[in-house]
């Protein structure tokens, strides 16, 4: 068998390869060192969310959406609660609110250290990504706190959480802020200066605004565009119209800008925090409606009428069954919008449930980025994605 | 605008027969049939008054035995310059086609591929109508309320790579024969 002479080399980068956190497959074309055309293979990590969910009912598709994004798994099953609770028409009590908001900015803090962490990892700077998974520590500890689990932690319930959070919630979270924002302020001064880093982010992996937006770019990537796009404060949500926060928007939309723009957004979330944790209210954390939020377990074996509560609640063909009706709530996770779209026959379980996985179109975009680039350049703008398999594939 | 007011813009400037908008949960929501789709999307994104620059979100819903025809194709649009939402759902029979947007938006080439890939939903003009998430010997559409839930399809690893090799080798010997 001889084969042509080719001017071209083809390379698979993936499905198994150090850099492609997860599994996707960049079919590249390269000649020399720079890459041709590029094609994107997703779906290695496909599991059938969906019909998983059209499966189960309201309460239990909420561990199905800790895979989804599994570093910041809690923004996940806020999203997917407020999507049913609207479909419901019920609000939560302040308390609830303030929590699901202080928890989501957590997680987003969790996953732009992550996003940073490898990304620079990636470009050899171990040191960084130690760092940050240092102060990624501090915050998943909160996360246990809260619910017992750090990655999958199926944290909310519709109309409102598993549970309140512990009594030394608040001291916990504040004794930490300091020492992320300390790390904030290492990473700062190992990277953003750094001459071996400002060579191989800038102008690397550019995207104009028009195309971002061609794309349906959210999130991190679509303000280093240059466009200010953020649910938070385009459609506010849970409670994000009562606090001050800034959204920072980068010029050039290239690698460095999308890095400093997670960096200000870390900050811009622990203030957040601190104001939420100052104006954090007491009382119950859940709905108190028998029809939603299960009873107390005292109750259950206690008395009758807790009892039949529960029951009302868990066996089939009881339990929430919202009215006819379909919905679509966007929530701005740390990889941009967050979308469900379900729908409701007024059965105990949804009769669609579609995700709209942030991360899913910007590797869309992916070729479009790296076609011209060196093959070098593919790793620092596939870290700068935050690509999560989990969201992708679903 | 907020949903009343962009329905009561949409109402009076769109003169498409088979039109019908509500307001549902402070969502606009349009409704139109398949084939109208890419001529609506050019108005919405056209049209400086609406400026629909944005498709958030593309997916389909099975009707099967609720409603007639089977499926509906639901598009989000956004408006990065007015920040407002529209929901547009389009109904379509199956093995009907729905244009296309991958013209008018680039990111409509891979939601597409994966309503295709899902739901079987085939859209004319499509540059690359191939499956995405799931591999192309996959039989079926498994979001179709129809696919069984339990039902396994393991791709076998040992077929493909030597029945490629295969194909190619023939193909060598037939390009090298005198």
């Known amino acids: 068998m001889l084969l042509p002479a080719m001017?071209?080399?083809?390379?698979?980068?993936?499905?198994?390869?150090?850099?492609?956190?997860?599994?996707?497959?960049?079919?590249?074309?390269?000649?020399?060192?720079?890459?041709?055309?590029?094609?994107?293979?997703?779906?290695?990590?496909?599991?059938?969310?969906?019909?998983?969910?059209?499966?189960?009912?309201?309460?239990?598709?909420?561990v199905y959406t800790d895979r989804l994004n599994y570093v910041s798994a809690m923004m996940n099953n806020v999203g997917y609660c407020l999507a049913v609770e609207k479909l419901l028409d019920i609000e939560l009590p302040p308390r609830g609110v303030y929590l699901r908001t202080?928890?989501?900015?957590?997680?987003?803090?969790?996953d732009h250290l992550t996003c940073i962490g490898a990304q620079v990892m990636e470009t050899g700077a171990m040191t960084a990504f130690l760092y940050a998974m240092k102060a990624r520590e501090y915050f998943y500890e909160i996360v246990e706190m809260c619910c017992g689990a750090r990655i999958t932690t199926n944290w909310t319930r519709v109309g409102g959480l598993c549970a309140d959070a512990p009594g030394n919630f608040v001291e916990a979270l504040r004794e930490r802020i300091p020492l992320v924002r300390e790390v904030n302020v290492e990473l700062d001064k190992l990277i953003t200066k750094n001459r071996i880093f400002i060579?191989?982010?800038?102008?690397?992996?550019?995207?104009?605004?028009?195309?971002?937006?061609?794309?349906?770019?959210?999130?991190?990537?679509?303000?280093a565009s240059g466009a200010p796009y953020d649910v938070r404060r385009d459609t506010p949500y849970l409670n994000y119209d009562e606090f001050d926060f800034e959204i920072p928007v980068g010029t050039r939309g290239d690698v460095y800008d999308r890095y400093l723009v997670r960096l200000f957004e870390m900050e811009q979330s622990l203030r957040i925090i601190?104001?939420?944790?100052?104006?954090?209210?007491?009382?119950?954390?859940?709905?108190?409606?028998?029809r939603v939020t299960l009873p107390d377990k005292s109750d259950v074996y206690g008395n009758i009428e807790g009892l039949i509560d529960q029951f009302k609640l868990i066996m089939d063909g009881h339990g929430l069954q919202p009215e006819p009706g379909e919905v679509y709530h966007s929530t701005e996770v740390a990889n941009g919008e967050l979308g469900y779209y379900i729908v409701s026959v007024g059965a105990d379980t949804p009769y669609k449930c579609r995700v709209r996985p942030p991360c899913f179109v910007l590797m869309a975009a992916l070729p479009k980025m790296i076609i011209g680039q060196m093959v070098a350049d593919v790793i620092p703008i596939f870290g700068s994605i935050n690509m999560i398999g989990g969201e992708l594939d679903r | 605008m907020n949903s009343v007011e962009l329905i009561s813009a949409l109402t009076t400037s769109l003169t498409y027969?088979?039109?019908?908008?509500?307001?549902?949960?402070?969502?606009?929501?349009?409704?139109?049939?398949?084939?109208?789709?890419?001529?609506?999307?050019?108005e919405l994104k056209t049209r400086p008054e609406f400026a629909f620059d944005m498709l958030t979100d593309l997916t389909a819903v099975d009707w099967l035995g609720k409603q007639t025809p089977r499926f509906e194709v639901v598009y989000h649009f956004y408006s990065t310059s007015h920040n407002h939402r529209l929901r547009v759902k389009a109904a379509v029979?199956?093995?009907?086609?729905?244009?296309?947007?991958?013209?008018?938006?680039?990111?409509?080439?891979?939601?597409?591929?994966?309503?295709?890939?899902?739901?079987?939903?085939?859209?004319?003009?499509?540059?690359?109508?191939?499956?995405?998430l799931l591999y192309e010997e996959f039989k079926g559409h498994p979001l179709r309320k129809d696919y069984p839930y339990?039902?396994?399809?393991?791709?076998?690893?040992?077929?493909?790579?030597?029945?490629?090799?295969?194909?190619?080798m023939e193909e060598g010997r037939k390009i090298h024969r005198p």
């Open chain 2, 93 to 132: 029979d199956e093995g009907q086609p729905v244009p296309s947007l991958t013209k008018l938006y680039s990111i409509a080439n891979w939601f597409e591929r994966e309503v295709w890939d899902l739901y079987g939903i085939k859209f004319a003009r499509h540059p690359n109508l191939k499956r995405i």
């Open chain 1, 199 to 223: 060579d191989r982010y800038r102008n690397v992996g550019c995207i104009s605004k028009e195309d971002a937006i061609d794309f349906s770019f959210s999130g991190p990537l679509l303000r």
């Open chain 1, 7 to 62: 001017s071209v080399m083809p390379l698979a980068m993936g499905p198994s390869h150090p850099a492609m956190h997860g599994i996707v497959r960049i079919n590249l074309e390269l000649d020399g060192e720079v890459v041709v055309d590029a094609t994107v293979d997703i779906g290695f990590l496909h599991r059938g969310f969906e019909k998983m969910v059209e499966r189960h009912t309201w309460n239990q598709g909420i």
């Open chain 1, 274 to 290: 601190e104001q939420a944790l100052d104006k954090l209210p007491g009382g119950l954390v859940s709905v108190d409606d028998k």
């Open chain 2, 150 to 168: 339990d039902k396994r399809q393991p791709l076998e690893p040992e077929t493909w790579p030597v029945r490629e090799l295969q194909v190619q």
């Open chain 1, 102 to 110: 202080i928890m989501s900015e957590v997680s987003r803090v969790i």
């Open chain 2, 17 to 42: 027969p088979d039109l019908l908008f509500i307001v549902d949960k402070d969502i606009a929501v349009v409704a139109i049939p398949a084939s109208k789709v890419a001529d609506l999307a050019t």
